[in-house]
C-alpha cells in the first residue's frame, strides 16, 4: 500500500495502524537551526487526543510523543534544534480493543474503506480499520507541530462552524472561544445547543457531520505556483485527504457560483504599508494558485461517522448479504477531532510552499515596480 508520503520539501510520510504497537511518521525536509522539542509537538497532539468529552471516542490514547532522530542540542543554546536530517516521531498505541472489532472480522461497514481496502488488496485491517483509521491523523498532526514552526510569521486556526444542521453565527466569532469549548466552536452561544443536538445524538448510537473553516493568517504574497503545484489544489488535497471529509471550498467555494463578476472579483485599492489591500476575500486568498497576502480561507464537510448501532444492509466478504451493527469506541461526530488535523494539513502545505518559494525565488522581486521597467 504505497502513497503514505506527502509534500515536496517539507515531505512527511507516515506509518503505522490503529491497532498496531505504535503509529508515526517520518519528516523530512524540515531546515536547520529550529528549536525542537517533544514538549512543542504534544500540545498540538493534546488538542486531537481523544477521551477529553463526552462527545469523543472514549478511547483513551496519552498520545505520548517520542522524537527518534533529526535533533541535536545546539552548542549555543544547548537547546534542542533541528539538525536538517529526518525527524522520526513515534506514538505508542496504548489502548487497542481489537475484540471490539470481531464481531465485524469478515463484514463490511457501509461508509468505512473495509470493502475498498479488500477489493483492492485481498485484505484489510478490520481492528479499527488499520491505515483507514483516523488515529493515522495524530501523525500528521504531531508532522503540523514542526511544520509551524518553518513558517512562525503565519497562524493556523481551525473551527467548527456547523454540525449537522446547525450553523454558527458568524457575527459571533471569537477564537478564543474556541479553545473554551469541547467543539472548537467560535460561537460560545452555540455551544450548549451544539452540546444537547450531540448527546441526543450520540445516546441514540447514531452519528453527524460537520462543517470546518481552517484560516492561514500571515501568509506573505507570492506562495504557491502555477500551474500544477496551485497552493489551493494542494490545499483542497490535503484537506481531502483527511478522513471522512466529503467536500473542500476555498473562500467564496460553492457560493462563488452564485454571485455576479462584479460582486465576486476583490476589489483592489493601495493600502499604506505599500501593498494592496483588497476590498474583499472571495479568492480566500489564493490568485492563480499563489497566495495574494490575504487570509487564506478554506472550508470541508465532515461526513457523519459510518460506525452506528442502528443495524445497517451490508455484505460480507464472501458476498453473503447481511446486517451489521457496530459496537466500539467511535466518535459521534469525527468533524470536532478533524479541527486540529486541518489545521496540521494546511501547516504542513505552507511549510512546503514556503520552503519552494524560497527555493525558487529568494526573497521575490521588489514591488511595485519602477515605472521604467
Ligand atoms: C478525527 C477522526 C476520527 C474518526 N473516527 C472514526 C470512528 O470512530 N469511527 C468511524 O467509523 N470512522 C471514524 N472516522 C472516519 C473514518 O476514518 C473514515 O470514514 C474511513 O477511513 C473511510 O474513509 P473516507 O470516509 O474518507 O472515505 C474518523 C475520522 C476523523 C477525521
Redesign the pocket.
Request: glycine share 6%; aromatic share 0%; no cysteine.
Given at each position: 500500500m504505497s502513497h503514505n508520503t506527502f509534500g515536496h520539501l517539507f515531505r512527511v510520510t507516515t506509518f503505522g495502524e490503529s491497532h498496531g504497537v505504535a503509529i508515526g511518521c517520518v519528516v523530512d525536509g524540515c531546515p536547520p537551526g529550529i528549536p525542537l522539542t517533544a514538549a512543542d509537538i504534544q500540545a498540538d497532539l493534546d488538542r486531537?487526543r481523544p477521551g477529553q468529552s463526552r462527545f469523543t471516542?472514549q478511547r483513551q490514547e496519552p498520545d505520548a510523543v517520542r522524537i527518534l532522530s533529526g535533533v541535536f542540542a545546539d552548542e549555543a543554546s544547548g537547546r534542542d534544534v533541528t539538525t536538517g536530517t529526518p525527524i522520526a516521531l513515534v506514538i505508542d498505541n496504548v489502548d487497542q480493543r481489537s475484540k471490539d472489532y470481531s464481531a465485524i472480522k469478515d463484514v463490511y461497514?457501509p461508509?468505512?474503506?473495509g470493502y475498498t481496502y479488500d477489493v483492492k488488496y485481498g485484505r484489510h485491517d478490520y481492528r479499527g480499520?488499520g491505515r483507514?483509521?483516523?488515529r493515522e491523523?495524530a501523525a500528521r498532526v504531531a508532522a503540523g507541530a514542526i511544520a509551524r514552526k518553518i513558517v512562525p510569521g503565519v497562524t493556523v486556526r481551525a473551527a467548527l462552524i456547523q454540525m449537522g444542521t446547525h450553523k454558527i453565527d458568524r457575527a459571533r466569532w471569537d477564537w478564543d472561544e474556541v479553545a473554551r469549548n469541547p467543539f472548537f466552536c467560535p460561537d460560545a452561544q452555540a455551544v450548549a445547543k451544539l452540546a444537547d443536538y450531540l448527546d441526543d445524538v450520540r445516546k441514540k448510537g447514531s452519528s453527524v457531520g460537520a462543517v470546518i473553516e481552517v484560516i492561514a493568517d500571515g501568509v506573505p504574497p507570492g506562495w504557491g505556483a502555477p500551474v500544477y503545484g496551485k497552493l489551493d489544489s494542494e490545499l483542497a488535497s490535503a484537506l481531502m485527504g483527511?478522513?471522512?471529509?466529503?467536500g473542500v471550498e476555498i473562500g467564496a467555494g460553492f457560493a462563488a457560483a452564485e454571485l455576479s463578476g462584479e460582486d465576486n472579483a476583490d476589489e483592489m485599492r493601495m493600502g499604506n504599508d505599500g501593498r494592496p489591500r483588497f476590498l474583499s476575500n472571495n479568492a480566500g486568498g489564493i490568485l492563480g494558485g499563489i497566495s495574494t497576502g490575504q487570509p487564506i480561507v478554506a472550508r470541508f464537510a465532515?461526513?457523519p461517522?459510518?460506525?452506528i448501532l442502528t443495524p445497517r444492509r451490508t455484505v460480507d466478504r464472501y458476498g453473503n448479504e447481511t446486517e451489521v451493527v457496530?459496537k466500539g469506541?467511535?466518535?459521534p461526530c469525527?468533524g470536532i477531532?478533524?479541527v486540529p488535523?486541518a489545521e496540521a494539513m494546511v501547516a504542513c502545505v505552507l511549510a512546503d510552499h514556503y520552503l519552494r518559494h524560497r527555493g525558487q525565488v529568494g526573497a521575490g522581486p521588489a514591488w511595485p515596480f519602477p515605472k521604467s521597467r
Open positions: 486531537r471516542t461497514r461508509g468505512h474503506a480499520g483507514a483509521s483516523a491523523t483527511i478522513n471522512a471529509v466529503k465532515v461526513k461517522t459510518s460506525s457496530t469506541r467511535h466518535d469525527v477531532r478533524a488535523v
